[in-house]
């Protein structure tokens, strides 16, 4: 083969191979970079590396872009480029401050590279541990900072598109650190269901460098199932007032018993002995009385007492029973766990 | 004294006491203005005056029976010339059983004894009858009515009436273990004619009493 024909092979397979490797998925091209570095084809891993960090990769992900820095930097550290590989190690901070490099993995040249990278670039960076969540005002909130420096955080909780923050809590810290807040607002009481932002701002104890991240977050409560509040049923009422026809009714049993009284004489007694009438009309008097009196009372007040006691105990019942209810509620929710769900990772 | 008549007594003993503390108990004291009307051929005569009384109710364990026991004494002073002063004793046992919320059935036995300056007579019958009652007021004022007929009557030295019957009508008011009560009562016996005359006799009483329910 004349060498004429082997650089236009050369050219045509070089053509035809760019776009095959565009072709292929972020992951998979950073797996085949990483497998480069680790077979030690520096040059051709850093090709691969480099195509995944690419602005012009548009589908690369952030953390494959923030493993693709590591490997280039890490790459360049043993290819003795110490800026490019200091510069990736930044950028790669940059974008994730909790990056680090493993000493089972990487050598003592690339973590010292990467410490270099760290003095030079501060930035403070926030995350949600994944853990079953805590109980405010007993625990810290599962998130977990970091700083590249020894620095001063200051953190304050707040609802999104509000100013005003609800809780605000600061400590001093460098490297990974928690946080020092317990999940109370500033009134010492638990925030409402919801979504909520973290502003971090840290500022380098050594030359004032700062940096600021925001953190969204949902708050949510893990608790046991809580209790209904029973809804109280009218119908489970007496009726409290008699209806007017019982006046007109004892009325009417008045005057027939009264009447009865009076024909009593007359019915009863042997007209040949003409009889008194003297007590059949007294007695009369007093048994229409006795009617009309009940219509009198009944028409001013037709109440029934004892369903007003009986309707007014089932009342303050179902109120105890309630008051129960959100007692126990109460307690449940006093024990319950605070879970924090990240919604959408940090923003600077 | 043989042994079955004392274990008889016993027994009684016992069970009296037993209920003794569990029956509900109601006493009062009662007067009576009554006024006596006869006829049996020498005229109208017309006694009236007053008659005092004790009385016991108690409600027996199955609750709808109510028993009775009641006494009552007094003086009819004749009201007229033909007539003569006597005294009237009585003594009855009854009870009333609960048909429906309003309707009851009496029975009663009662022993009655005139007693005059002339000659005693001594009165016995037994009288069956219905009642209505209602309740008014949240059971504080008690109204009732009822009519009885005797279909057994004795008394002493004529022969039975052919028709006796009686009429009561009631209103009574309880506050607490207190209750008034007043009672009309109308009874009338009609004699068989003998000898062309015709005995009729009517008693009518009106009583005031108080009640104490002791338990």
Known sequence: MSLARIAVVAMSLTVLARPATAQRAPGEVLSRGVILYEELQLERAVVLLREVTSPSNTAATTSERVQAMKYLGAAFSLLGQRDSAVAYFRRMLERDPFMDLDPAVFTAQERQLFALARQRTFVVGVRALSDTGFVPGQGRVSLRFVTTQHARVLA????????????????????????????????????????????????????????????????????????????????????????????????????????????????????????????????????????????????????????????????????????????????????ARMVITPTGGDSR | MTLRRWLWMVGCITCASSLRAQLPVTTGLSLSLAEHRVTAGAGLERSSGTMFGLWATTTVPWQALEARASLRAGSLGATDGSGVDRDVGEASLGASVSVSEWIGLDAAVVVRRYESALAAQRWVWGEVGLHARRSMLEDALKLSAGLSIMPWVSVSGISRPDLAVAAHSAVGYTAGRLTATIRYGLERFDFPARNGVRRLEELSSLELGVAWKIR
């Open chain 1, 156 to 335: 304050s909780v707040r609802r999104p598109g509000d100013t005003e923050p609800l809780a605000t809590f600061r400590w001093t810290a460098e490297g990974a650190s928690v946080s020092p807040w317990d999940g109370l607002d500033q009134k010492g009481e638990r925030l409402p269901v919801g979504r909520y932002q973290l502003d971090v701002t840290a500022t380098a104890t050594a030359d004032s460098a700062s940096d600021t991240v925001a953190f969204r977050f949902d708050v949510g409560y893990d608790h046991e199932p809580l209790e209904d509040t029973l809804t109280f049923d009218p119908r489970s009422l007496l009726p409290e007032r008699r209806p007017p026809s019982i006046a007109r009714s004892q009325l009417a049993a008045g005057i027939a018993l009264a009447s009865f009284a009076i024909a009593v004489p007359t019915v009863i007694g042997h007209g040949d002995l003409d009889g008194t009438r003297k007590h059949a009309v007294v007695m009369a008097g007093v048994t229409a009385s006795g009617g009309i009196a009940s219509f009198l009372m009944l028409r001013r007040g037709s109440g029934i007492p004892a369903n007003i006691l009986e309707n007014a105990r089932r009342r303050e019942e179902h109120v105890r029973q309630n008051r129960d209810i959100r007692a126990r509620n109460a307690v449940r929710l006093a024990a």
